[in-house]
């Protein structure tokens, strides 16, 4: 049974290029969260998502940002036009249901140069 | 003011040391999480919990919804809990700790 995966594990993108990272829930799982930890911070709520829907994206920044989880594969976070300040690492966790136990992935570090 | 205060910062002991990590928050919650990060970046869930007590081997963690505080414990402390500890507390929001940065010396 496979824990949550992300890849890639590391991203290295250009200033203005896209970046895509994808998060795979564990099996049976139907609900994501995306979190960013910038270097030397702790981390901070990004979106909930359930297959098809946004829950709560109060914490995505307005513009540049965007994520989906669509009914088949996994669930995308979406950054256009990368600035230095997007280098982070990424992490997604994934539950079973709203109020159970999340459980992460490995993260996704994007660097930005 | 943050949503969610940790207690201490960083924290250094001796193997085998009684170890406890504070957590207080003034948000109202539906749960409180413990989370471990390592140095290698991953993160662990150790504890979800709404209310009392619960205990996972050589980890306890106890929450007291009046006060809105949270301890996490580590009995008998090794060298392998030496990580990040993370409290964190869901209800209309996501609100994260700065985290507390253990060593456990040998």
């Known amino acids: 049974n496979a824990g949550v995966m992300q890849n890639p594990r590391h991203l290295v993108r250009r200033r203005g290029q896209e970046a895509r990272l994808r998060c795979s829930p564990m099996k049976g799982h139907s609900h994501v969260y995306w979190y960013r930890q910038l270097p030397e911070e702790g981390l901070k709520f990004m979106v909930y998502?359930?297959?098809?829907?946004?829950?709560?994206e109060s914490g995505m920044p307005k513009e540049r940002f965007s994520a989906e989880f669509p009914k088949e594969g996994p669930s995308i976070l979406r950054i256009q036009q990368v600035v230095r300040g997007d280098s982070a690492a990424y992490f997604c966790?994934?539950?079973?249901?709203?109020?159970?136990?999340?459980?992460f992935g490995p993260g996704t570090r994007l660097t930005v140069t | 003011k943050n949503e969610v205060e940790q207690s201490p910062q960083n924290l250094t002991a001796q193997e085998g040391e009684f170890i406890t990590i504070n957590c207080s928050y003034s948000v109202g919650i539906s749960a409180l999480h413990w989370l471990q990060q390592h140095p290698g970046g991953g993160i662990v869930s150790l504890f979800m919990l709404s209310s009392g007590k619960k205990k996972h081997g050589r980890l306890i963690a106890t929450i007291n919804i009046q006060e809105k505080h949270s301890s996490l414990h580590i009995t008998a402390s090794h060298p392998r809990d030496s990580a990040v500890y993370i409290c964190a507390v869901t209800g209309n929001q996501f609100y994260f700790g700065t985290g507390t940065s253990l060593t456990v010396i040998p």
């Open positions: 966790a994934s539950s079973a249901g709203e109020g159970y136990e999340q459980y």
């Open positions: 998502l359930q297959k098809e829907n946004i829950i709560d």
